[in-house]
């Protein structure tokens, strides 16, 4: 259940930032009809599994270890923005960002900014919000994880029904 825990912790952390930032632009921060934005989930996910599977155990300075984590991170997680971008525009015919006006754009869906914000992004989730997020974790009730599990399904099916063409 930890994982789903901060699947769902950092989805709906990501949804209230991005929805924040967004209503200064009068835009959209999801596809799904939910106060998540799995991308974040998915990110946190990932970049803590990877920490606590194999980056905590290596042999190196703690230096290094921050290293490898900002760029698994910068590629992982920019990786997964093409991927979702791409998945979107063509599931749903809706373009959410685009980044062809940045200096340092690599394409529609990539940026070397954003890319670097991805690797900050996972610092502060490793270094600053893990304390955090596992003592919540550890407080959730396991029906609540199943309720938001099966919300969050209803969630992606209702979307695709409704919002495919």
Do not use: R
């Not at 992982?76 to 525009?89: A, R, V």
Request: a positive charge.
């Amino acid at each position: 259940m930890y994982y789903f825990n901060i699947f769902f912790l950092y989805s709906i952390f990501g949804y209230i930032i991005e929805s924040i930032i967004y209503s200064f632009y009068n835009k959209e921060s999801s596809i799904l009809y939910g106060f998540w934005t799995p991308i974040y989930g998915i990110s946190a996910v990932l970049i803590i599994y990877i920490y606590n599977k194999f980056i905590i155990k290596l042999k190196i300075s703690n230096i290094l270890k921050a290293i490898f984590v900002f760029l698994i991170g910068f590629i992982l997680i920019s990786i997964l923005e093409y991927i979702g971008g791409n998945l979107i525009e063509l599931i749903f015919h809706k373009v959410f960002w685009n980044y062809y006006n940045f200096k340092f754009s690599i394409g529609k869906y990539n940026s070397l900014e954003v890319s670097v914000i991805w690797g900050v992004f996972s610092l502060l989730i490793i270094y600053l919000l893990k304390k955090i997020s596992d003592k919540i974790t550890k407080i959730i009730p396991k029906f609540l994880t199943w309720i938001l599990i099966f919300l969050f399904l209803i969630d992606v099916v209702f979307t695709l029904i409704f919002n495919t063409n």
